[in-house]
């Protein structure tokens, strides 16, 4: 036996089997994914696991490296989540967010640490060695939501789509706060004395690491898009470039003490629209398909690590302090949404209401995250309550709120996802409206949201899509695109439905030359007929196309971790026509 | 009703209390920048705007402004000049959505934008919107790309039509024909999204701000 050899690969890939089978095992029990979140359950199999290795061994069973998480546990979950993101509705609440995640992490931060060194001063606690300094660390780490656990749990329960984006965003753009502020407060603890120009280096800080990771994000993204301009010929490899430059961007945000996280989204995001027109649609599955799974692996491994983590002696139980913890996080959040949302909602039209207010307090997970940044700390003598208090907190979180959300949300009647199919109506009454609102504020002299959009699209136009797409004199409207994509479908569904092949259903309506079928080269001939204004080819037509029974089929949220909209493979027929249409359009 | 140069120009009921006398001042700036001090504007003030070049839609927007339907008058067809009272009614149609309004009141609000489109979409005024019209409504919103063939445009308006008439007739019979889309189809296009909270300019919002003092 040669195990020493193959060890590492091996035992790594048993511990993603463990998470796969164990995911398996979930789904095949129907009920239980509605009523326990999935995170629950992982945890639960990892604490299993930490106790079986603990009892074996009776030692501590391996804790999850903070390297191995940062470096390559979550980089695949947050460009997942970037690259599917939907940016239009992001954008619209980017004020919201960025106020949420900036401010109310301060907020949280100061408010969590201060109330901590209070409770630090009662004697009967035993915890007078905890000094400030240590409290504002364990604070900065503790009051960032996490978008891994929010992901997972915020997945199921659909809500509508403005209070998902506000949750989402928010956890994900926290990080450029969470890094400063740790980092801060770490490289306080190893100064001597803590001048007040420190203090105002950190705040300037921020700022570069904010803006500096979306710099670094979108210089990848756009090398991207650029390089799959060229990949023409090598389709095999495009997939590859996408992954390829977003966890570049990651490394180098890391590298450079930026925020990786922030990088990594403003690169997905960036790359997104000229990377899908560049790349071929087998690619595109590829990028899909490929990212939903390594997202998947991660998150699975991630919450089983949690729980193995939890089993063994690396804690201190002083339960005044981890109790309190717990209280100040839930006050402290509520508060904070409170009092940001009433700022909000002054200048808004659009109010977030009290029910929606309660779910975005109420769904401030932490995960895994924190953990880790906890046993980041430098080793002190209180370093084993913090751990201790940090697992409690997302134990918490993560069962009790994440539990429990659903059940509320249902309670309270939260407005939820609008269930319904995008139509290509409906994209053009919204780009309608666009440009209507654009011309009215160019008309009324006022520089709003819709002038800065269209002078965006304006440059998008004329400059960058020159240069970074390849088939640059074909760009393609939302429009034409959703179009596109819902014809393939039309055209997937008639070859299923084996209706290809077959001649015209009714010959009588043949009269002018139609054809009920999608046979691309009769309908365009039938169109140049149209062109002699007769009223009765036209009404025949309509009859035709209604008849067609042009089914929309749904699309599923584009942010669910387990179902892709369903693409089957079409048959040699769909194929035929998706060309001669593509070339068409 | 005359507007004096210079003086307060007075508010028409049908926005009070809902604009401030602020905004009115900045709209009534931009009125005389447009017509270049003359009392009237006519369609060509509008060329004077460089941004407008490129908006597509750019026809149908200056069209509303001269749309009688618009106006709130009896008559239909279209007005050769407006004045600063027409210039106000057509920008009280994108003026924000207020915390106090009941359902009633938030009805009449959404059925006035949606007739304010509607008015933009059916442009021979016969009050339906044809599948020629449609046609035009996409023709001119794709026509910024220029190597899209005008047919592409047809078969995506045709689409749209026909989900149009799915929504709104349902399963159509074999000699039905859909003659256009009526404005109570029109309605029932539009009621997944909120337009009371979408087609508003912001800066029409003011009046929350001055509250605030």
């Known amino acids: ?585 | 009703l005359e507007v004096s140069q210079g003086a307060q120009p007075p508010i028409p009921s049908l926005l009070s209390p809902t604009v401030t006398s602020e905004q009115i001042e900045h709209l009534h700036r931009r009125f005389k920048q447009l017509s270049q001090d003359q009392l009237t504007i006519r369609k060509e003030n509008f060329d004077s705007i460089p941004d407008l070049e490129f908006n597509p839609i750019r026809g149908k927007i200056v069209h509303a402004f001269f749309d009688k339907r618009n106006l709130r008058q009896e008559s239909d067809g279209l007005a050769d000049e407006i004045n600063f009272e027409d210039f106000l009614t057509i920008m009280s149609y994108f003026r924000p959505i207020e915390m106090n309004m009941d359902e009633e009141q938030l009805d009449r609000f959404r059925k006035e934008k949606l007739k304010f489109l509607f008015h933009m979409y059916d442009s021979d005024h016969d009050g339906k919107i044809t599948l020629q019209e449609y046609r035009n409504v996409v023709e001119e919103l794709l026509s910024g790309n220029p190597h899209l063939e005008k047919e592409s445009a047809r078969s995506i308006a045709d689409g749209a039509m026909m989900e149009a008439a799915s929504i709104c007739v349902g399963q159509m019979g074999p000699d039905q024909v859909y003659e256009g889309i009526t404005f109570e189809d029109f309605l029932k296009m539009w009621q997944g999204i909120d337009i009371e909270t979408k087609m508003h300019v912001r800066f029409l919002n003011m009046e929350t701000i001055a509250h605030c003092y």
């Open chain 1, 1 to 585: 036996l040669d195990y020493q050899h193959v060890q590492v690969p091996f035992e790594i890939t048993l511990w993603i089997m463990l998470a796969s089978l164990a995911k398996i095992g979930f789904h095949l029990y129907n009920k239980l994914p509605s009523v326990v979140p999935e995170s629950c359950l992982l945890i639960f199999v990892g604490l299993i696991m930490g106790g079986i290795i603990y009892g074996l061994n009776d030692r501590s069973p391996p804790v999850m490296d903070s390297d191995i998480f940062f470096l390559y546990l979550l980089p695949p979950i947050v460009l997942d989540a970037g690259y599917f993101m939907p940016s239009r509705p992001f954008f619209e609440n980017i004020g919201t967010i960025l106020l949420y995640a900036v401010v109310g992490t301060i907020w949280n931060v100061f408010g969590i640490s201060f109330s901590l060194y209070g409770i630090c001063q009662v004697r009967a606690f035993q915890l007078q060695d905890v000094s400030l300094l240590h409290n504002l660390l364990f604070g900065s780490l503790i009051a960032a939501v996490d978008p891994v656990a929010v992901l997972a749990v915020f997945e199921e329960i659909h809500v509508n789509e403005k209070l998902h984006i506000l949750v989402f965003g928010e956890s994900l753009l926290n990080d450029a706060v969470t890094v400063v502020l740790y980092k801060l407060f770490r490289s306080f603890c190893e100064m001597p004395t803590i001048k007040s120009v420190d203090v105002f280096a950190g705040v300037g800080k921020f700022f570069v690491v904010g803006l500096g990771g979306v710099l670094v994000g979108l210089s990848f993204g756009f090398t991207a898009a650029f390089t799959t301009r060229f990949t023409k010929d090598i389709r095999v490899i495009e997939p590859l470039f996408v992954f390829l430059y977003s966890y570049l961007s990651y490394l180098t945000a890391e590298m450079f003490h930026l925020s990786g996280i922030v990088a990594i989204i403003a690169c997905a995001m960036g790359m997104k629209r000229y990377v899908e027109a560049n790349i071929s649609l087998k690619s595109h599955t590829t990028v899909k398909y490929f990212m939903k799974m390594w997202s998947s692996v991660s998150d699975t491994l991630i919450f089983i690590f949690l729980g193995v983590s939890t089993i063994g002696e690396n804690h201190e139980w002083n339960w005044p302090y981890i109790c309190f913890t717990v209280i100040f996080c839930l006050v402290w959040r509520a508060l904070g949404v409170l009092v940001l949302t009433f700022f909000v909602n002054r200048f808004h039209v659009n109010t977030i209401t009290s029910k929606d207010q309660f779910i975005i307090a109420y769904g401030g997970l932490r995960g895994a995250i924190c953990f880790s940044l906890v046993f980041l700390l430098p080793e002190f003598h209180r370093k084993k309550l913090f751990i201790a208090a940090t697992t409690v907190v997302i134990l918490f979180t993560v069962f009790v709120q994440g539990m429990t959300i659903r059940p509320l949300v249902d309670l309270l009647a939260v407005k939820r996802k609008r269930e319904s199919a995008p139509t290509v109506g409906e994209q053009i009454h919204i780009r309608f409206l666009d440009h209507l609102l654009a011309g009215i504020e160019d008309i009324s002299g006022h520089w709003g949201q819709y002038y800065w959009k269209d002078k965006l699209e304006y440059f998008n136009s004329k400059y960058l899509q020159k240069i970074l797409l390849r088939e640059y004199d074909q760009p393609k409207s939302s429009i034409v695109l959703l179009y596109e994509k819902l014809e393939r479908k039309h055209a997937i569904e008639l070859a299923e439905a084996g209706q290809l092949g077959h001649g015209p259903a009714h010959p009588s309506l043949l009269g002018p030359g139609f054809l009920c079928s999608s046979n691309d080269r009769t309908v365009r001939t039938n169109q140049k007929l149209e062109d002699t204004q007769n009223p009765d080819v036209l009404d025949n037509m309509q009859e035709i196309l209604a008849r067609n029974l042009y089914r929309i089929r749904r699309t599923g949220p584009a942010y669910n971790r387990h179902t892709l909209p369903g693409e089957s493979e079409p048959s040699e027929h769909a194929k035929e026509i998706l060309i001669l249409r593509h070339k068409g359009l």
